[in-house]
């Protein structure tokens, strides 16, 4: 009888060793997982602040299109909006851009922005490619630079007496005289406009369908398309 109680103590102390054991294993692992993943998020911490910064670049987006009243001054050899209506002015077709912040209110300025507009006549043959293209109000055939805020507005053509034309201006800076070539743009055909900056990087493309009436001569214009859309 006295054997079998100091036994079953025994077993008692061992049990109770037993669950000790499992407690302190148990505390133990979950003190092994925290470090662990106070580790990880360690590491983390240290990528996120190793990491190089995300590169910028200008936010340029198509505002409008627009046929303003233009007059040209033939000195500059630049065209210039005109508020007033005169029936002595021609009449332009444009693209309004402009340098938009992002999300947190800030942006970057635009330097060196040149444009290229690229034309294809309705039966796929190459038409005028105009590089750099004129802008309205502009001296240069690039934006020196172009700040967050501001909008400009690109060249697409000018209506003479029935036709369009489009102008480039590889004049870049003061040193060079005028420069601006005009040439007669697609009665019917598409048009893709580039937008490029100082890096070379393209900050703005897309493609337009431009049909003119065969009538009035005014144009219908669609878009903007991805580049490598398909247009009827």
Known sequence: MAESLRRSLEQIRLNED????????????ERFDK???????????????????EERRPNIELKAVQFPNVIYDRDAGVWHDRLEDRATDYK???????????SDGKG???????AQITWVYDNDSPGPFFSPAA???????????????????LLIGIRGSEYWDGYDNRRM???????????MVPFDGTMTVKL????????YEAK???????NTHWPHLRGPFPVDAKIG
């Open 196 to 203: 490029i900056d100082h890096t070379g990087q393209s900050l």
């Open 208 to 214: 337009w369908k431009w049909e003119e009436n065969i």
């Open 108 to 114: 970057v300025d635009a330097i060196d922005l040149r």
């Open 92 to 102: 332009a077709c444009v693209l309004i851009f402009q340098n938009n912040t992002y």
């Open 35 to 53: 470090a662990n993943l106070e580790i990880s998020q360690l590491y983390e911490l240290i990528r996120e602040r190793d990491k190089a910064p």
């Open 173 to 183: 800076d003061a040193s060079e005289g005028r420069q601006t070539h005009g040439e």
């Open 135 to 153: 802008w309205l109000d502009e001296e240069y055939g690039q934006i020196n630079k172009f700040p967050v805020g501001w909008t400009k507005k």
């Open 18 to 29: 037993l669950h000790k054991a499992k407690t302190l294993l148990s505390e133990e692992s």
